[in-house]
């Protein structure tokens, strides 16, 4: 059966008028007769060219499910049968009601008590009327749940401020000033109502009015999301965008369609609306719906934007038709604007990824490009490796990458794509490096390579201890004498031109990075050759004890 929870006294609310009167036909038609086969569970055949049986499930208030053996159910999950089936179902319910009262009021003389929405439902257009206006000074909220459910059958001299008018009513009697949020939960149980009112329009190919509700709905969202940011309309504004999905997925007739698009364009332009997502915005919906005033409405979005620069999800919506039209200058303005929010980039990439994935590669390239900011850059460089499938291509610029950002975590990918031409791309490397005077980078290639002749000869040309530190396991391990007598040379030329203080430190400093790494035996080596050739410099020595100790 089809799931659908609603009050069995107001099921004529949840059927299309066009519906309940083809099943009150039916029921004149036919002696139909709706049987409770079990507790809640009923049953009504039907004997027409294809005899079926239509079941309903009713809990003790409300209606759960039914279900229909006709085609006309099986294509809009509902009918005339099910209609005729809860007409006869609530008629025994409301027996059984009266009855018990009957017994019940009968020594007080009290009558049967009557559904208000039944009366209602038989009266005729200028009864209505009356009958709202007089509801409305005794009991808005009533009122204004009435107008919503029956304002299709008035006509107004402006029809399009019809539906937002009954909201406005009915939230301004229920806030009386204030939108708390329980109030606020009670505003958007009547709004989707609303909402579910407006489906069933358009079941009955109602659209006209349909619209009519959406353009109440839209209008009331735009002016008190601004009113009362402290509450969450993500929800509430995503259902009533998807009722508009609903609407423009029917068959409309052009001329309507093309007016509907009009009318909803001017809520965005005459009040303060707000993007609550990325797609399912008037900016976004309208976008995709309009080929003719595309250009327009493309504008209108990057309007808002500019006004709204710190919206992430108008930025997002505004990526996405850039995207859609292929259009890369405002995609690239717009990731320069964002291009040091990682995450923001992130965001707007896979939004790409989505829309136009066969941007992604040339987006990526794009943020790889030298003035953008470093982590942004890294990151564009990764998901670019990820991307692309040309190995000599990749090759290429991950020696550019590597030499430029001193990337050398990224070795070992440029050796396993090189495959057989790791000795010329790790030459091309070295002689990049070369050209940058990044040595430092330099000995740290020649270490991952295992290059030691190379190495050797680039640190015996060296007069400073940083080179010979950073690679220090390195040679410790291949050449260990080397080290130590580089290290011997370089600090007893600076203890021959420096006193005091500064010679402590820089020994210090030497011996610290050798015990982070390690190397305690050759920092032990270095200080008994200081003991052994510099016996004189009693306070340095002392001083090299108490601190390494």
């Known amino acids: 059966m089809y799931s659908k929870t609603f009050a069995l006294d107001n099921y004529f609310m949840h059927v299309p008028e066009l519906l309940l009167d083809a099943g009150e036909q039916l029921l004149k038609e036919h002696a139909l007769e709706v049987r409770e086969q079990a507790p809640g569970y009923w049953i009504m055949s039907w004997p027409e060219a294809e005899a079926g049986e239509t079941e309903v499930s009713v809990g003790r208030k409300n209606v759960k499910a039914y279900s229909c053996d006709c085609n006309a159910f099986l294509e809009k999950k509902m009918c005339k049968h099910v209609a005729a089936a809860l007409i006869l179902i609530f008629r025994r319910v409301e027996k059984r009601r009266s009855e018990r009262k009957t017994r019940k009021s009968a020594a007080s003389g009290k009558l049967p008590r009557i559904q208000l929405k039944n009366i209602v439902r038989k009266l005729s257009d200028s009864e209505l009327r009356g009958f709202l206006l007089e509801q409305a000074a005794k009991n808005p909220l009533l009122a204004g749940e009435l107008k919503a459910q029956y304002a299709h059958k008035i006509e107004l001299a402006d029809e399009d401020q019809k539906y937002f008018q009954v909201i406005k009513n009915y939230a301004s009697a229920l806030t009386q000033g204030k939108l708390t949020e329980p109030k606020f939960k009670k505003l958007g149980v009547y709004l989707n109502n609303l909402i579910q009112h407006g489906e069933d329009l358009c079941s009955t190919k109602n659209y006209r009015e349909a619209g009519l509700i959406l353009q109440g709905l839209l209008k009331f969202l735009a002016i008190n999301i601004q009113r009362n940011r402290n509450l969450d309309w993500s929800e509430l504004s995503a259902g009533i965008h998807m ?97 040091h929010r990682l995450n923001t980039v992130r965001q707007l990439v896979s939004v790409l990824r989505e829309e136009n994935p066969e941007h992604v590669r040339g987006i990526l390239f794009y943020l790889m490009g030298f003035e953008k900011g470093q982590k942004c850059r890294n990151w564009a460089f990764e998901q670019w490796l990820d991307e692309e499938t040309n190995n000599q291509l990749k090759a290429k610029y991950l020696i550019e990458f590597i030499s430029r950002d001193g990337r050398i975590d990224q070795l070992a990918n440029l050796r396993k794509i090189s495959g057989d031409h790791w000795k010329r791309n790790y030459q091309d490397l070295i002689d990049e490096v070369k050209k940058q005077g990044d040595k430092k980078l330099l000995v740290n290639i020649m270490v991952f390579n295992d290059d030691r002749t190379a190495l050797l000869d680039l640190l015996r040309k060296e007069e400073g201890e940083q080179l010979l530190l950073e690679s220090a396991t390195f040679l410790y391990r291949i050449e260990p004498d080397f080290i130590q007598e580089k290290l011997e040379e370089i600090i007893r030329n600076h203890l021959q031109h420096h006193v005091g203080y500064q010679s402590g430190e820089f020994i210090l400093n030497i011996f610290n990075r050798l015990f982070q790494i390690d190397l305690h035996h050759l920092a032990d080596g270095l200080f008994a050759m200081i003991i052994r050739e510099f016996p004189e410099r009693k306070h340095l020595i002392k001083y090299i004890k108490e601190e390494v100790v």
């Not at 990325?278 to 919906?285: P, R, T, V, Y």
């Not at 003719?292 to 710190?310: C, M, S, T």
Request: no cysteine.
């Open 243 to 339: 009722f508009g999905e609903k609407i423009f997925s029917e068959v409309l007739a052009p001329d309507y369609q093309k007016e509907l698009i009009s009318k909803l364009r001017s809520i965005y332009l005459e009040h303060p609306y707000t993007i609550q997502d990325h797609k399912a915005n008037l900016f976004s919906q309208l976008f995709l719906l309009s080929i003719a005033d595309q250009e327009v409405i493309y504008q209108d979005a990057k309007n808002y934007l500019k006004e709204h620069p710190g919206e992430d999800l108008a930025l997002r919506a505004v990526f996405t038709m850039a995207a859609t039209r292929d259009d890369v200058s405002q995609i690239h303005r717009l990731i320069d604007r964002h291009v």
